[in-house]
């Protein structure tokens, strides 16, 4: 599932114009319907995402032009059929850090994949009151929110063991008939400890803010 023909991976130095062409909302929207639902016209995507067939026709053709989508094959004559390349966008955060186009455009994907995220729990509510999915898919699915006290090798340690189990378990399930697309976002998102004994007063009560948000 993570081999190199399935994945583009962004490069600050090198895909300075293609991260820029992916910084549009809409494009970001764009790729990802056709990352998940598969090959569609500009008008199939104007209709699911609100715009216009100009819109979405122009947006597409500028993810083709940098490669991160391609024409399908199609149904008939009359309109062309979009599909992507990869079904993955990936980078070296490190390297993204290091430049301000690298950042700016991190900080905005990360954002996209948040309301992504909304967007994908308000479908699986409509398809589950709908019974488009089984019962069997209530328990299993759901959103946690954890923080543990883990240093930075024991996160990538276990971003991979998650990749890996992943990619063991769609391998196993590719051919099950009850397989269904499943939305699965991972963050790992670091807070710095602050020492209470330098915090002023106004400080203090915005951590304790923070905490009571976090462990509701």
Known sequence: MDSDEHKR???????????????????????GLLRQDGPATASELAARTGESSASTSYHLRVLAKY???????????????????HTLTSWSNESMEATEAGRAFVGLARRR??????????????????????????????IS???????????TELLETVAGKLEELTAR???????????LLTAALP?????HADSGPEDRETEARDAEDLNP
């Open 9 to 31: 991976v962004l490069d600050p130095e090198h895909d300075t114009a293609a991260l820029k062409a992916l910084t549009h909302p809409l494009r970001i929207q764009l790729l």
């Open 173 to 183: 399930d590719a051919d099950d008939s009850r397989a269904e697309h499943v939305v």
């Open 191 to 195: 807070f710095a400890t602050h020492e």
């Open 145 to 155: 929110d954890l923080m543990p006290r883990l240093t930075a090798e024991s996160v």
């Open 113 to 142: 994949q948040i309301e992504h995220l909304e967007r994908s729990l308000a479908r699986y509510e409509a398809d589950l009151a709908a019974g488009r999915l089984g019962q069997e898919w209530v328990e299993s699915s759901g």
């Open 67 to 85: 490669a991160f989508i391609g024409e399908a094959e199609h149904r008939d004559g009359r309109e062309r059929r979009w599909r992507a390349l």
